[in-house]
């Protein structure tokens, strides 16, 4: 049995910690709600406590301090491309943006949301009669993973379009938890364990992304889905060059976390792909074959290095 | 493991809504949906729910004025906001300019889906008052069609768009513009006489209609695919409050089915149970979320045995474990085995100058209606009740009386409006059955609606097949023999199946001439959701692969394909080697119209590599000519009433489930009454109030009702004539009905319609008249010669237009072009919305459609995972209706909600090969196996040749 369901709407960042500190062992912070209340539906995510922050109008503006550029963590994905600079200096994440679910969802999910958006499994994303029937996987509980037939890990797939993008221009964090503000480089925050993917306290709130702009990136985005609408990422790639010659290889839908591989104009691709490859733990848990994403993801950075380095 | 928030943990608020403008207090859980609020505690029933997980917009309403998925969206979150659902956008001058948009252009067919597409498209267009085509299919890319193929929709839009510039001093129209001054019916495109009311959301479907004091069911389902019961402990469930009954299986005996020759179901397993989603239990409760909850603490101890889940599973002798089912005397799970031959296929591929042979593999695919199951039962000094999503009321009524074991008079099945069935609303169901029963024992009315996880499991959807097939031509590309070796996975249960299994194999004598014709369809239970009928129904796959396999067999003598059928169609007025009568037959003006629209001379096999162009055709039957269950009533009555008011009242028992059959009833009566469509008024599918209509499957109904309508029509004008004649002294023959006057050739007796209706009706009241259809007596004298007999056939061809990625095997379908013969379209705009319909839903099980099985279980159970296209996926549709007036459909009408879909996906698969010379042996086309294929290209491949 759980405890009284209940619902709270703070208005500031402040209250909001408060309330999740009081609720600490039993609540979940909703924003857009778009990933949250499907997983709620399914039984996967129980929480009595639901905190929803979307009434934090701090965490919904976009502002440029000194050089860098402050993306609030609720700014709607279809609200980011009307913010001139993001179209300017950062135009893959406007394109990530957008294939982020379908229309109606972009205008409810926020970018914080996505990139804190839960992983994702054929054999978690299930209702609970569902995951019974199969007997329960490592990520509800279970003691197996049935994706890999019994492997002892989860390899639930990070699913977020828009931190690839992010991460390959440097995007830090802003974490604001009841101790305090803490800046810290996005990527960091992703565990590779598909069972508890991100390592922030569940009382921190996400405030702000924030994006260098005293560099000139070059991103390349690609993904792979069944549709051109509504699907989650089987594949997403983001590779970014910047003024100084780095290089930055961000996968998406692979692995647990984002893989991450780094070098520099100088470098060979074709070794930058091979350790990408090498990082990325595909198993057969989406629409397409491990085969087929593991293809695709050699064909999409070869195309990547192509465009930018032409 | 099982966590359980019992209701009455659950707190309440007060909020306040400002809805469509009036203010709602209403009490509110804490985690409660918005459209749960909407629904259910402010009854305004417009916004539809049919995924509950944001993923097919059907629940979109505006929140102070932007869109919002009410389904994934906490009600509090808008405590004191301003909400428009689909209910306030008309206004009292009117339907908004959008609505009558929808309305007219036809993009209203089930209608399940509106409300959220017109409240997506406001608020877009809101936001983008000048779109672009493109930009609109993007916006509307989150809202899941499957009756329209998205293309009437996206054109209703795109015209509002362009009427509402600034610029555009065109006045818009203030109505639907009527047909010119000689009143026709027949042939002028018109909405659906219930457009209006499904555009603003206040057309009920069963989900819709709240019954005082109803109880709400949910059920408890098997998680074995293969299992014994040895218990079920119902005893905690028992004691939740507000549990007010708990049925098990050995409540319900009775076996049922929709073929008398399947009645293999109960409603609920008994001793075992035989796929994974079988329901074990069902709780009624004062709530659903009371039932549900109570529903996990039922215990039920099953002992798994071995289960059987493909084709070669259960084809096979399986030693010493048990049966799916006990039916059968050999130690397999063979269901059913079809077979027929004619002529002798051995000394025909013999003699064949050129055979093509290839094995193909289809996977199973589900309707996808929008409308989830739903339905509500109660029992009164009348009997049972139930107002249910179906699509055959008839034999609904049947099993219902059957199962509850009460005379057919006691059961009154009534079909409210209905979101889409496409087959998958053609069974009767468990669902049906058990809230029946709950009703009775409870005497309390009973509801229930299923989630789209078991609107999945329930299937009845299209049966997963293999099939090897021979196909042999001389060199001059005359077909010569035809050998088909078919097996299909049944599932759990028989359903349609024996059907189906004959259909694989039948519908392939046609639309060629054949002389050497046989094929053999196994079906096998297996321990998975039951397959049934499903749009197109048996011969989708099959005619695939034949399709294919001519293809192949015009590149191999160096013909162009299209002219390789053309030398071998079937001429009109004939008969095929299995006895078909056909008569009226389009398929020459099909492909050729095809053929030159899509300008296939200049681009078949002379575009670059990874750009192709391919062609299929296709025929389906246009009603079965037989009953499902024998015996001696018409296919169709339809009864018509015209009292002193002088407006007709139609009642039938055909099923309008979208497609339109109810305008088209209208429609056949005006024109034969030469009265306006006003003056008409339709009731369809209630078995109270309507004679008897065998159902909406097998396309049967415009041929079928239709004649029936057209019958009862004519009698009635005899009715009027003669009594005219009476009381004029002029011949019944001398007298016109027309532009709503019956007059004398002559002009000198000249009545007004009601003037007409006052002489009929003096000194004797209301006139009643009943019109009917019995297909006549078709067919060879040999066993399964019933199997597809139709009075009339329809025929089809497309072209599909692709580009094919050649790095990433992404096929990118660009256009179709497709053409039916539907002997006369009664209703234009309604037959090219079933066109676009049936080619949207080919090109899905083309392209990506599929219900993937883990260890018995499926795995893709929603609209996420299940991918049915988009309007980004969904190429441009270049839509053709071909007429040829059958001898014997209502004014020359055959059918066109089906067949149509057979041609288009063996057109997609011969665009790839035209591209990039690749042979698509299963389905659907994935990206994965086409790469593999281009890298793996080998001359064998092109062909698969023996």
């Not at chain 2, 089912?325 to 002529?343: S, V």
Request: glycine content about 8%; aromatic content about 8%.
């Amino acid at each position: 049995m759980t405890a009284e369901k209940t619902y709270i709407k703070p208005a500031t960042v402040t209250e909001a910690l408060r309330i999740a500190n009081e609720h600490s062992n039993d609540f979940c912070y909703v924003a857009g709600g778009t990933d949250i209340l499907v997983n709620k539906y399914q039984g996967n995510k129980e929480c009595s406590c639901l905190i929803d922050i979307t009434g934090l109008a701090e965490l919904k503006t976009i502002s440029i301090a000194g050089d860098q550029l402050k993306i609030g963590a609720l700014v709607r994905l279809d609200e980011l491309k009307k913010h001139e600079v993001i179209a300017i200096k950062f135009p893959a994440l406007l394109i990530a943006a957008q294939e982020v679910a379908s229309p109606m969802l972009r205008k409810t999910a926020t970018i914080g949301g996505n990139i804190l958006c839960e992983n994702r499994c054929s054999f978690y994303n299930q209702s609970e009669w569902w995951r019974e029937a199969i007997g329960y996987c490592l990520k509800c509980d279970g003691d197996v993973c049935i994706a890999t037939g019994g492997k002892k890990a989860c390899f639930s797939k990070f699913v977020s379009d828009t931190a690839p993008v992010l991460i390959s221009a440097g995007a830090m964090i802003e974490l604001q938890d009841i101790d305090g503000v803490k800046i810290i480089p996005l990527e960091t925050i992703y565990t590779g364990d598909g069972v508890k993917p991100r390592n922030i306290p569940d009382t921190a709130i996400l405030t702000n992304i924030i994006l260098p702009l005293n560099h000139d990136f070059n991103i390349v985005f690609k993904k792979l889905r069944p549709r051109e609408a509504v699907d989650f990422t089987s594949l997403t790639t983001a590779v970014s060059l910047n003024e100084k010659g780095d290089i930055k290889i961000v996968i998406g839908g692979v692995d647990p976390k984002p893989v991450v591989v780094e070098g520099t104009a100088k470098g060979i691709p074709e070794d930058y792909i091979k350790k990408a490859l090498a990082k990325s733990r595909v198993v057969d848990n989406d629409f397409y074959s491990r085969k087929y994403r593991r293809e695709m993801m050699r064909l999409f950075l070869e195309q990547s290095f192509e465009e930018l380095l032409k | 493991m099982i966590t359980c928030n019992l209701y009455f943990f659950k707190l309440m608020k007060q909020a306040t809504y400002y809805v469509n403008g009036k203010k709602h207090a209403v009490v509110v859980g804490e985690h409660e949906l918005l459209s749960d609020v909407i629904r259910n505690k402010i009854g305004l029933t417009g916004t539809k729910e049919g995924c509950s997980q944001g993923s097919c917009g059907a629940c979109t309403v505006l929140v102070n004025n932007e869109a919002v998925l009410s389904c994934i969206t906490p009600a509090l979150r808008y405590d004191g906001a301003n909400i428009t659902t689909i209910e306030g956008v008309a206004t009292a001058e009117g339907l908004h300019r959008l609505q009558e948009k929808f309305v007219e252009k036809g993009a209203v067919q089930c209608g399940f889906c509106t409300p959220g597409m017109v409240i997506t498209a406001l608020d877009f267009i809101k936001h983008n008052p000048n779109p672009s085509v493109d930009e609109i299919k993007m916006a509307l890319s989150g809202n899941l069609c499957r009756c329209t193929g998205y293309k009437k929709i996206i054109e209703a839009v795109s015209e509002y768009v362009k009427e509402s510039q600034p610029n555009n001093h065109n006045q818009p129209v203030a109505a639907i513009p009527l047909p010119e001054t000689k009143q026709r019916s027949v042939g002028v495109g018109r909405p659906y006489i219930e457009a209006a009311k499904k555009v603003q959301g206040i057309a009920d479907y069963a989900d819709d209609y709240q019954i005082k004091d109803a109880l709400h069911v949910k059920f408890l389902r098997s998680i074995y695919p293969h299992a014994k019961i040895d218990q079920i402990d119902t005893e905690a469930a028992s004691r939740v409050e507000g549990v007010r009954y708990i049925a098990t299986g050995k409540e319900l005996p009775v076996t049922f089915g929709v073929l008398p020759i399947s009645q293999d179901e109960t409603a609920m397993a008994i001793e075992k149970t035989r796929y994974v989603g079988e329901i074990v239990a069902a709780v009624a409760a004062d709530s659903e979320e009371i039932a549900e909850a109570a529903c996990k603490l039922i215990k039920v101890k099953y002992t798994p045995i071995k289960e059987f889940l493909t084709i070669s599973d259960s084809i096979n002798d399986i030693g010493p474990n048990e049966k799916i089912h006990e039916y059968g005397k050999f130690n397999n799970n063979i269901h059913k085995k079809a077979e027929l031959r004619f002529g002798d296929q051995q000394q025909g591929l013999k003699d064949a100058d050129v055979v093509s042979k290839m094995s193909f593999g289809f996977e199973g695919i589900n309707h996808g209606f929008t409308e989830p199951h739903a339905a509500s039962a109660y029992w009164d000094e009348n009997g049972l009740t139930i107002i249910t999503a179906t699509q055959v009321t008839h034999y609904l009524q049947r099993a219902l009386a059957k199962t509850m074991e009460v005379p057919l008079s006691r059961v009154r099945v009534i079909k409210p409006y209905v979101g889409g069935g496409f087959g998958g609303k053609g069974d009767p169901f468990p669902h049906e059955i058990i809230i029946s029963h709950i009703a009775r024992k409870t005497r309390k009315p009973v509801k229930v609606c299923l989630t789209r996880e078991e609107v999945f499991l329930t299937n009845h959807g299209r049966h997963p097949s293999k099939m090897t097939i021979s196909l042999g031509a001389d060199n001059d590309g005359f077909l010569k023999v035809l050998d088909a070796d078919i097996a299909i996975d049944g599932g759990a249960y028989g359903s349609f199946g024996v059907v189906t299994s004959y259909y694989n194999g039948v519908l392939l004598q046609a639309p060629y001439k054949l002389d050497n014709f046989g094929f053999k369809t196994i079906r096998v239970y297996t321990n998975k959701p039951q397959c049934g009928a499903m749009r197109g129904h048996g011969a989708v796959n099959s005619r695939f692969a034949v399709e294919s396999l001519i293809d192949d067999i015009a590149h191999r003598i160096n013909m162009d394909p299209v002219a390789l059928r053309m030398k071998n169609f079937l001429d009109s007025n004939t008969l095929t080697v299995g006895h078909y009568r056909i008569t009226s037959n389009g398929s020459r003006e099909s492909i050729q119209k095809v053929a030159e629209q899509s300008g296939w001379e200049d681009k078949h096999g002379k575009l670059e590599y990874g750009h192709g162009l391919g062609v299929g055709c296709g025929f389906f039957i246009s009603g079965s000519a037989l009953p499902i269950i024998w015996n001696e009533l018409p296919q169709s009555t339809v009864h018509l009433k015209v009292d002193f008011d002088g407006r007709v009242l139609v009642t039938s028992g055909a099923n309008d489930i979208g497609q339109g059959s109810d305008t088209m009833l209208a429609i056949i009566v005006a024109e034969v009454l030469g009265i306006s469509m006003d003056n008409i008024f339709v009731i369809g599918a209630d078995t109270l109030l309507t004679p008897v209509d065998l159902g909406s499957y097998s396309s049967r109904v415009t041929f079928m009702a239709g004649n029936a309508a057209k019958n009862a029509a004519e009698n009635l004008k005899t009715e009027i004539a003669e009594a005219i004649s009476k009381k004029k002294e002029i011949p019944a023959n001398e007298l016109n009905f027309s532009d709503d006057r019956i007059f004398s050739h002559d002009k000198l007796v000249d009545l007004s319609w009601m003037e007409a209706i006052d002489i009929l009706t003096a000194n004797r009241g209301a006139v009643s008249v009943s019109g009917k259809y019995i297909s006549p007596k078709l067919g060879g004298d040999f066993k399964g010669s019933g199997a597809g007999l139709s009075p009339s056939y329809s025929f089809g061809a497309c072209v599909a237009e692709v580009n094919v990625n050649i790095k990433t095997g992404h096929v990118k379908l660009l256009n179709v072009w497709g053409a039916h013969d539907c002997g006369k379209a009664l209703n234009p705009l309604a037959v090219e919305g079933q066109l676009e319909g049936s080619w949207h839903m080919g090109i899905g099980q083309a392209m990506s459609e599929e219900m993937r099985y883990y260890n018995g279980l499926l795995v893709n159970n929603n609209f996420l995972d299940y991918k049915i296209p988009t309007s980004l996926d969904t190429p441009d549709i270049h839509t053709n209706i071909i007429e040829t007036i059958d001898p014997e459909g209502p004014f020359g009408a055959k059918e066109c909600g089906e067949g149509a879909l057979h041609p288009v996906i063996p057109a997609i698969a011969n665009a790839i090969y035209d591209a990039v010379g690749i042979r698509i042996t299963n389905l659907p086309i994935k990206s994965e196996d086409v790469l593999e294929l281009i890298k793996n290209k080998t001359p064998t491949l092109k062909g698969a040749t023996i």
